[in-house]
């Protein structure tokens, strides 16, 4: 009915058909919808692919780079629209509280994610049992550093994505340090410094990301995550102690939008709802920046280049 109703329009008007195909749907407002965009590679990179596809049909698209957690209070008032990446295990929390106070839970894309403590795999030989969280802590001496004294050093990630790793090595009583990094560029430094010298590492990382087809490793294998186990004190083997747990091992990647993203833009809605990565299309993102030095926009202009299929089933 709705394109019935257009070319009708259109003929009265005289007008190409050509310009009817790239211009956004009438009952959409024209402000600009707000993308967010992150500090990790993916993020970047597929934010822009949806922003450039939404252009593509005629909306206005404005980038708003934000902090992972704090994004979450900027969807639920409406100050951001869109966040294409939101993984369960840096962000389930803000996510659900998000959801609670407004902003729309948009549906989960295919990928299965993973965020939480990883190793090279040459470590399985220095550290017998690995990789079990325990076996971990028996070789800490071995990943100590100036820094952390006689304490294990962990690598881990940039304030804004979760911040229970420190609350984790507490928790699980490990004779463990927590030593931030304040952007990914430095997780990565340091991995391929050690790998070059085969020195022992362990540092944050998640999949899907460039790093599977770059480098062979494994995550630390902590007590299985539970809701209960972030909420509960008793769960789990330390009884006064939330945290005591690792990260989700099949967590969601889910999309979020703005409380007024519906009202404002139903159509573009509808498209959202349908975007869909799985997990290849995930780490290829990454690559495309991380391993061959793109920018995110020039990466995303490649992608939507190559897989006209994919976004075109979204936007239908
Ligand atoms: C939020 N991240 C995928 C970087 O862990």
């Not at 294409?84 to 407004?102: H, L, N, P, R």
């Not at 087809?213 to 102690?241: L, R």
């Not at 920018?295 to 006209?308: M, R």
């Amino acid at each position: 009915m709705k394109s019935a109703k257009f070319l009708a329009c259109a003929s009265v008007l005289g007008l190409s058909l050509a310009v009817g195909a790239s211009s956004s749907f009438a009952e959409d407002s024209k402000d600009p919808i707000k993308i967010i965009t992150n500090n990790w590679t993916s993020q970047l990179v597929l934010a822009n692919v949806v922003g450039q596809v939404l252009q593509s049909k005629g909306y206005n698209i404005e980038y708003k780079s934000s902090d992972t957690q704090l994004q979450y209070t900027a969807l639920a008032s409406g100050d951001m629209d869109f966040q294409v990446e939101g993984w369960e295990g840096s962000q389930g929390e803000s996510f659900a509280k998000a959801v609670a106070a407004g902003a729309l839970d948009l549906g989960a894309h295919d990928a299965v994610t993973r965020e939480d403590w990883w190793y090279p795999s040459y470590m399985n030989e220095m550290c017998p049992g690995l990789p079990d969280w325990k076996a971990l802590d028996a070789c800490a001496a071995k990943l100590a550093t100036a820094e952390t004294g006689t304490k294990g050093r962990f690598v881990g990630p940039p304030a804004d994505w979760g911040k229970h790793y420190s609350e984790r090595i507490t928790a699980l009583k490990m004779n463990f340090q927590e030593v931030p990094v304040g952007q990914a560029a430095t997780l990565w430094a340091e991995l391929q410094a050690a790998y070059d010298r085969k020195e022992p590492v362990v540092l944050f990382n998640w999949t899907p990301n460039f790093i599977e087809a770059k480098f062979e490793g494994q995550f630390v294998e902590f007590p299985e995550y539970s809701a209960e186990c972030y909420s509960d004190p008793k769960w789990g083997s330390n009884p006064d102690a939330i945290y005591d747990c690792g990260a989700p091992a099949k967590g969601y990647l889910k999309k979020i939008g703005s409380k007024q993203l519906m009202e404002k833009w139903p159509v573009a809605a509808e498209i959202l709802k349908k975007v869909n990565f799985t997990n290849p299309q995930i780490a290829a993102a990454a690559s495309m920046v991380d391993v061959d030095g793109m920018t995110p926009e020039d990466a995303a202009t490649k992608w939507v280049k190559e897989n006209e299929a994919t976004w075109k089933a979204w936007v239908q």
